[in-house]
């Protein structure tokens, strides 16, 4: 969209134009925000994803599956054969088929991205993008970060021909004083010219996330972070982000298992650009831009071409075609009656589920602590119901789409005194892995309305 200037207007020569517009930003891609990013839709309320690693292997797709890919509106065709063509590149390493569908297409995709400008770049983790509504995009990138920025400088600094035409068609060069409005006139008058570099590092990186990797730098032991202020700072800046957010995204660790036997590859796509300072030891990593060695061998264990299953595969659920969580206040039975709707599919490996609703209190923000020693409605200490379920191999079972199959339900007994203040019901499902020390991963986290309890 174009910006209405309101500032004084003010002559100035070639050369200090440019250096004006030079002003702009020039650290990119210095971290893409993945699941918890502020902007993703559907953000989760309990962060449990502490332990997701390198590769979540719990969020990977099967194996020789074909992912439908869909572009929001927005983006030139070259633009878009450009995201494409890069995209496309991890078919080569990855037993999975990347298709791009027409923006018409009406049935269901399972990666949807946008091109625009303003947001950054992230994406939704492997299989986490099937619990975004289909009218959303589940990966971002931002195009401002792949123009060829140098092109432009050099062509405005030297009076090139992109200059050149703009002057003679009496384009408002006084008025301009961001590369984003300088850009949005080029564009008025010729496509504009991609740095192709960070077209590609980027949307591999994002396509990355897209099939279940994880950033590098989270390698156990990898690296040994500065995490003094001026760090906190730097990604301020240059990021936007607040502590929790660096704490996040770029200092997290993940445990071990999820390195899936690989050695820390500082060339990964998948690893942030790491100036000295910001490391105790002075360790830097330039900005990889290449799907490294590395990467084509993890991909390639996890989605392993001429075999059915990778040895890395570990018990899996897919939860799809989400409704809003049905949560009412049932007056005749006295209690919340929790009627969430999706679709589960499972994996070879059999799998158990918690399916658990807890309860929380909007006005402290917080989950409800039980006041009894009762064990019922009591979900580690948080007031709540449960319930366990084995899952048969390969199966896809619908809850609650036309028939009621799966309710959980909270007596206002066993919520502690409230009074007529507001709750919400938060429900989640969970798989436990026996096969690993019983991990248990949270998969999908809800939240209600805020409901009133009933005065007594
Ligand atoms: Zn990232």
């Given at each position: 969209?174009?910006?209405?200037?309101?500032?004084?207007?003010?002559?100035?020569?070639?050369?200090?134009?440019?250096?004006?517009?030079?002003?702009?930003?020039?650290?990119?891609?210095?971290?893409?925000?993945?699941?918890?990013?502020?902007?993703?839709?559907?953000?989760?309320?309990?962060?449990?994803?502490?332990?997701?690693?390198?590769?979540?292997?719990?969020?990977?797709?099967?194996?020789?599956?074909?992912?439908?890919?869909?572009?929001?509106?927005?983006?030139?065709?070259?633009?878009?054969?450009?995201?494409?063509?890069?995209?496309?590149?991890?078919?080569?390493?990855?037993?999975?088929?990347?298709?791009?569908?027409?923006?018409?297409?009406?049935?269901?995709?399972?990666?949807?991205?946008?091109?625009?400008?303003?947001?950054?770049?992230?994406?939704?983790?492997?299989?986490?993008?099937?619990?975004?509504?289909?009218?959303?995009?589940?990966?971002?990138?931002?195009?401002?970060?792949?123009?060829?920025?140098?092109?432009?400088?050099?062509?405005?600094?030297?009076?090139?021909?992109?200059?050149?035409?703009?002057?003679?068609?009496?384009?408002?060069?006084?008025?301009?004083?961001?590369?984003?409005?300088?850009?949005?006139?080029?564009?008025?008058?010729?496509?504009?010219?991609?740095?192709?570099?960070?077209?590609?590092?980027?949307?591999?990186?994002?396509?990355?996330?897209?099939?279940?990797?994880?950033?590098?730098?989270?390698?156990?032991?990898?690296?040994?972070?500065?995490?003094?202020?001026?760090?906190?700072?730097?990604?301020?800046?240059?990021?936007?982000?607040?502590?929790?957010?660096?704490?996040?995204?770029?200092?997290?660790?993940?445990?071990?298992?999820?390195?899936?036997?690989?050695?820390?590859?500082?060339?990964?796509?998948?690893?942030?650009?790491?100036?000295?300072?910001?490391?105790?030891?002075?360790?830097?990593?330039?900005?990889?831009?290449?799907?490294?060695?590395?990467?084509?061998?993890?991909?390639?264990?996890?989605?392993?071409?001429?075999?059915?299953?990778?040895?890395?595969?570990?018990?899996?659920?897919?939860?799809?075609?989400?409704?809003?969580?049905?949560v009412?206040a049932d007056?005749?039975?006295g209690g919340f009656?929790i009627?969430?709707?999706?679709?589960?599919?499972?994996?070879?490996?059999?799998?158990?589920?918690?399916?658990v609703a807890r309860v929380y209190s909007v006005e402290n923000d917080r989950l409800y602590a039980v006041t009894t020693q009762s064990e019922t409605y009591n979900i580690g200490g948080i007031c709540g119901a449960a319930?366990?379920?084995?899952?048969?191999?390969?199966?896809?079972?619908?809850?609650?789409?036309?028939?009621?199959?799966?309710?959980l339900f909270i007596p206002f007994s066993a919520i502690p005194a409230v009074g007529d203040k507001q709750v919400a019901i938060i429900?989640?499902?969970?798989?436990?892995?026996?096969?690993?020390?019983?991990?248990?991963?949270?998969?999908?986290?809800?939240?209600s309305?805020k409901l009133s309890m009933p005065r007594k």
């Amino acid at each position: 969209m174009k910006k209405l200037f309101l500032l004084p207007i003010c002559m100035l020569s070639m050369h200090a134009f440019a250096q004006q517009v030079l002003n702009f930003p020039q650290e990119r891609r210095l971290g893409c925000a993945t699941e918890l990013g502020k902007y993703m839709p559907n953000q989760q309320k309990v962060d449990t994803t502490t332990t997701r690693g390198m590769a979540d292997n719990y969020l990977l797709w099967d194996n020789g599956e074909t992912l439908l890919i869909k572009f929001m509106p927005g983006g030139s065709p070259t633009l878009r054969s450009k995201v494409m063509q890069y995209a496309k590149e991890w078919e080569k390493y990855a037993n999975l088929t990347l298709k791009f569908v027409e923006d018409n297409y009406a049935g269901n995709t399972n990666i949807r991205i946008k091109l625009g400008t303003g947001e950054g770049h992230y994406s939704k983790l492997g299989t986490n993008s099937n619990l975004v509504p289909q009218s959303q995009h589940t990966l971002s990138l931002d195009t401002i970060d792949f123009v060829d920025l140098k092109y432009y400088q050099q062509d405005a600094n030297n009076g090139g021909p992109v200059i050149t035409a703009l002057r003679s068609r009496g384009a408002r060069l006084d008025q301009v004083k961001t590369w984003l409005d300088y850009l949005y006139l080029v564009a008025q008058i010729q496509p504009l010219r991609w740095n192709e570099d960070e077209l590609r590092g980027t949307t591999q990186h994002e396509i990355g996330h897209a099939i279940g990797l994880m950033h590098e730098q989270s390698y156990p032991g990898a690296i040994k972070w500065n995490k003094a202020d001026s760090v906190y700072a730097w990604y301020k800046k240059t990021q936007g982000w607040e502590r929790s957010d660096v704490d996040y995204q770029v200092f997290r660790v993940n445990d071990q298992f999820y390195s899936n036997g690989t050695a820390y590859d500082p060339r990964s796509i998948m690893q942030y650009p790491i100036a000295s300072w910001q490391t105790m030891d002075g360790f830097s990593v330039p900005g990889n831009n290449l799907i490294s060695e590395g990467d084509k061998r993890i991909i390639s264990a996890l989605y392993p071409k001429g075999k059915a299953v990778s040895d890395k595969e570990v018990p899996r659920i897919n939860i799809s075609n989400l409704k809003p969580l049905m949560v009412s206040a049932d007056n005749t039975r006295g209690g919340f009656s929790i009627v969430p709707s999706f679709d589960l599919k499972t994996n070879s490996k059999l799998g158990k589920v918690y399916f658990v609703a807890r309860v929380y209190s909007v006005e402290n923000d917080r989950l409800y602590a039980v006041t009894t020693q009762s064990e019922t409605y009591n979900i580690g200490g948080i007031c709540g119901a449960a319930y366990l379920m084995n899952l048969q191999p390969n199966s896809n079972v619908s809850y609650n789409k036309g028939t009621r199959n799966m309710e959980l339900f909270i007596p206002f007994s066993a919520i502690p005194a409230v009074g007529d203040k507001q709750v919400a019901i938060i429900f989640d499902v969970f798989l436990i892995d026996n096969n690993n020390g019983n991990m248990s991963k949270q998969m999908y986290s809800s939240v209600s309305n805020k409901l009133s309890m009933p005065r007594k």
